[in-house]
């Protein structure tokens, strides 16, 4: 794409927040692997190149480098970290381990007031994380900033367009460091600022219609924000070309198919299927306690479902799925390697699997957005508030929120002590903090006492968690009047819970759901 900017991927975990302050900035921005060919990128047409850091030392054989002619096109760059080092290593310039590895906030003073630093005062906050640093000046560079620790924590090559900085302008610790982008971007490489959800909408609106043609498109709907947005988008493009399917499978939260179909075909208008297979998906799990084996047992229900209703519609030549960016990178991704992923913990199950099957063609509008990008287009296209900022919901609902064997009657006891849950989170202002909030229904009995009589009735586990992107995520630490009422009204209101317990673990060691 013209006025884009491409990102080498040299392995720096902040790879993919580098991308995404570029289009903050309004200017699209792609990662490819650092050994991307230079015919390769040409094609890209790339209006600015950015290296990224990385974990690797220049002084050990083996590590990763690009094309040195990527550095001779002309095409400005900024090299960040250890891509900073290497722009060093190619001209000439010397790069040395240091003893100590400097990491978290520094004082930079910056020697100049123009390009990368303009509009910006000589003293600003930098998050470092590096061990080598630049310690001679390549032929023909100046150094722009300094720190107590290094010399050169900044230099520019202005003829060739090279610039470099130590530290990561991309994590939020760097605060001024958006805008040292801001300034690579438009005082430097004079890009355009055209990356807005509106141009996005339009492109995609524009590409799905020359695709589909006048064939049909089917889509599974969840009434997650991913497959919402999905839907409201291609109901945009090609209208009732669109099929949509949600599948009640028993497993959601109370009232969730009633109201998908509410907002999906009462008020949008969109073609949509709602196939109430709850029984089918209850009866395959009856007895069933080993977590892996209810996703598996719900994946694959799931596809015969979809397929069985697929075929009703006709003939379909494509499948509409909401892959994101982050999918799609971490396949390449330096850090992540290629050799395969890493141990399974839990299988996730989606939709991956239908268009091998059925022999469908794919369309994936968000294959290049990342999931604050489809939140904004949801926005712009008037999606409500409360499908765009909806919790992650696994595909799997409530049978791995259920510990032990899943039954109507404990599915019934969940829904109601997870409607109490969301409505007090919401009520307290926590539901945007939070990541995930839900309850768990235990396969333990505890002893109560209500009225004069002992109770002897089920356990439910709270649990609320914040998180970046569910990789890591950390419990929260929720008001004890919050905690109070939520236990409360649970133990009140739904007939068989007698207790409420609060989960304080993190991920790592834990993870977010129980099973
Ligand atoms: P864990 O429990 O692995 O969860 O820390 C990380 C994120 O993934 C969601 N999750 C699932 N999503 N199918 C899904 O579609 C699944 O089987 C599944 N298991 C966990 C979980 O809710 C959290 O957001």
Request: aromatic share 8%; with cysteine.
């Amino acid at each position: 794409m013209e006025n884009s900017v491409i990102i080498l991927d040299f392995g720096s975990q902040y790879t993919q927040l580098i991308a995404r302050r570029v289009r903050e900035c309004n200017v699209y921005s792609e990662i490819v692997p650092y050994n991307i060919s230079c015919r390769e990128l040409l094609n890209k047409k790339p209006k600015a190149i950015i290296f990224s850091g990385g974990p690797s030392s220049l002084s050990k054989k083996n590590v990763p480098l690009c094309d040195k002619k990527i550095t001779q096109l002309g095409i400005p760059i900024l090299g960040i970290c250890y891509g900073m080092q290497l722009l060093a290593r190619f001209n000439q310039g010397k790069v040395s381990a240091s003893p100590i590895r400097e990491y978290g906030k520094a004082s930079l003073q910056t020697r100049k007031k123009d390009g990368l630093f303009a509009n910006l005062s000589s003293n600003l906050i930098v998050w470092m994380s590096h061990t080598d640093k630049v310690s001679k000046l390549p032929l023909g560079f100046e150094a722009i900033a300094f720190t107590q620790n290094s010399s050169i924590a900044a230099f520019k090559n202005k003829e060739k367009k090279l610039y470099g900085v130590q530290f990561h302008p991309e994590v939020v610790h760097t605060p001024k460091g958006k805008k040292i982008i801001h300034n690579f971007l438009y005082k430097i490489a004079d890009c355009k600022k055209n990356w807005t959800m509106k141009s996005v909408i339009k492109h995609s609106i524009s590409s799905i219609r020359k695709q589909v043609a006048d064939k049909k498109v089917i889509c599974a709907l969840s009434g997650g924000v991913d497959s919402s947005v999905l839907a409201i988008l291609l109901h945009k493009a090609i209208g009732h070309q669109l099929h949509c399917i949600f599948v009640n499978n028993g497993l959601l939260r109370k009232d969730e198919g009633e109201k998908v179909v509410k907002t999906f075909k009462t008020h949008y208008n969109i073609n949509l299927k709602y196939i109430r297979a709850e029984k089918r998906f209850l009866k395959r799990l009856k007895g069933i306690i080993d977590p892996e084996k209810k996703r598996k047992i719900i994946g694959h229900e799931f596809i015969q479902v979809f397929q069985e209703e697929a075929k009703k519609i006709g003939p379909v030549n494509f499948l509409a799925q909401g892959t994101l960016y982050p999918d799609v990178i971490e396949s390449y991704s330096a850090h992540s390697g290629k050799s395969g992923p890493s141990a399974t913990i839990k299988s996730h199950h989606n939709v991956g699997g239908l268009p091998k099957k059925m022999k469908l063609t794919l369309i994936e509008p968000f294959r290049n957005l990342f999931k604050d990008e489809v939140r904004e287009i949801g926005i712009t296209l008037n999606l409500p508030q409360e499908i765009i900022w909806r919790h992650p919901f696994p595909g799997p609902g409530l049978a791995i929120r259920i510990i032990g064997s899943v039954s109507p009657e404990r599915i019934k006891i969940l829904q109601a002590a997870d409607t109490i849950v969301i409505e007090e989170i919401k009520k307290a202002g926590f539901y945007k903090k939070t990541w995930q909030a839900f309850a768990v229904l235990l396969p333990i009995k505890s002893v109560g006492v209500m009225g004069d009589a002992r109770t002897y009735e089920n356990v439910i586990a709270l649990r609320a968690v914040t998180s970046l992107d569910g990789m890591t995520a950390d419990w929260v630490k929720l008001p004890y009047d919050l905690l109070g009422k939520i236990s409360n009204r649970i133990i009140n209101q739904v007939k068989g819970v007698n207790r409420i317990v609060y989960d304080i673990s993190s991920k790592p060691p834990s993870t977010i759901e129980w099973e």
